[in-house]
């Protein structure tokens, strides 16, 4: 049996183990990552790398920012004003800082760190209205992964750029995506997220947290004891100080795990949290749970499974010359494997792919690598894809049949959105 076939058979229980809940999730990622590496199909490195990927010290980190963001009163105070600015409308409110996170997640190249700006703001509206925070956290994620990259700003720039390197490499140097390119084809995916989040996710994301909420994001009123005036000023001031450092990183060339870390500890140094607090505010279980969903991805870049998935579905299609059914092709197969793979490797793994089937066929390749960085961005049905799922998992308290009832169905409206726009848009043919 090669490596390749007992890699899948690992994958396939993992997911069962998954959806039947028979483990708590984060033993089941666990369990699943000694899988990989008992089993030759994961080194040990690499697995025990995943415990110091920056996205999972971020992901810790900016709990603890958080936390400490939670502990000040200025938080509560902000919060008030917005519902009050809001006329006491909760729907108004929740609109407000749906607008907030598209804005920033195209400014921000990172949709994680924009969630981890948003969300403290969130559950303390939240608490304002004493209504949990699951009601909202998956929605949020949602807005601030899918809408990420279609405004001419960072990160469509850097899209743009990247994406006509490509086609000069693979002989195809007579396209040119243009920064606008992204809006153009993409903007009703801003439309349609927004309409959902405001419209429908108030009413299916469940009452009460199908798991305990990680740290200070509950959604319960709750008595804090004033700080006194050095850490309240502190608390709000390394907030603030940790989102304009991360919205600049690039031009700073600093990488946001310094960024992040070092503001989780400056909560604790300038007494806005106290030790315990700050460690308890760290979720575990979404860190193991993370851990778990990188060695997965890289088990499956590792040994081809990913690739040899791919391929098999490119040939499906065999030569079509329909620009719907080569769009859909380039979505749907991304998205599907971005569940279970980090989305970046997804979309290394079907540029190449999609580029030469564009090539062969004599497609204008515009429209498909659209579509293959809009498949690998939507991805909001398990843990593995984004790190800004486990992070919405640790603040609403989701478990996985929870991700799933409430994501298929923003999953399948940007399916449709995304191929029939775009493809009509930027026909192959």
């Given amino acids: 049996m090669t490596q390749l076939t007992i890699c899948i058979i690992i994958f396939v229980i993992s997911l069962i183990m998954y959806a039947t809940n028979i483990l708590p999730m984060a033993v089941t990622s666990l369990l699943t990552m000694m899988a990989f590496v008992l089993t030759g199909c994961l080194d040990a490195s690499t697995a025990l790398g995943a415990f110091a990927n920056t996205n999972t010290i971020i992901i810790g980190s900016m709990f603890v920012v958080a936390a400490g963001f939670n502990r000040t009163q200025f938080v509560d105070k902000l919060s008030h004003g917005i519902v009050k600015l809001a006329a006491g409308s909760f729907r108004r409110a929740w609109l407000g800082y749906v607008l907030l996170a598209v804005l920033l997640t195209n400014f921000i190249p990172s949709p994680m760190a924009v969630f981890a700006i948003v969300f403290p703001l969130v559950s303390s509206m939240c608490k304002e209205f004493q209504i949990s925070p699951s009601k909202l956290m998956f929605g949020l994620a949602v807005v601030c992964i899918s809408c990420c990259g279609i405004l001419p700003f960072g990160s469509a720039i850097s899209m743009a750029v990247k994406n006509n390197g490509f086609f000069e490499t693979y002989g195809l140097s007579q396209y040119t995506m243009l920064v606008t390119d992204s809006l153009k084809g993409r903007w009703p995916v801003i439309l349609a997220v927004i309409a959902w989040a405001y419209f429908i996710i108030p009413k299916i994301g469940p009452d009460t947290p199908p798991v305990p909420i990680a740290g200070a994001a509950s959604g319960k009123k709750s008595t804090k004891e004033p700080l006194n005036p050095f850490s309240e000023i502190c608390g709000y001031t390394i907030f603030f100080g940790v989102i304009l450092l991360m919205t600049f990183s690039s031009q700073l060339k600093l990488p946001l795990w310094q960024i992040c870390i070092i503001g989780a500890i400056l909560m604790v140094v300038t007494g806005v949290l106290k030790g315990k607090e700050a460690t308890s505010s760290i979720p575990l279980s979404i860190i193991f ?108 308290g989701y478990d996985l049949k929870s991700l799933f009832k409430q994501g298929w169905l923003i999953s399948l409206i940007l399916a449709i959105v995304n191929i029939f726009y775009v493809m009509t848009v930027f026909p192959a043919f």
């Fill in 289 to 396: 749970i993370y851990v778990g969903a990188l060695a997965t991805g890289n088990a499956l870049t590792s040994t081809g499974a990913g690739t040899a998935v791919g391929e098999w579905l490119a040939k499906v299609v065999g030569n079509t010359t329909n620009s719907y059914v080569l769009g859909g092709l380039f979505f749907l197969i991304p998205f599907i494997l971005t569940q279970f793979m980090l989305n970046q490797g997804v979309s290394n793994v079907f540029t190449p792919i999609c580029l030469l089937t564009c090539a062969a066929l004599g497609a204008n390749p515009i429209g498909p690598m659209l579509l293959v960085g809009a498949g690998s961005l939507t991805a909001f049905l398990t843990p593995m894809a984004t790190p800004a799922i486990p992070m919405a998992m640790g603040a609403g």
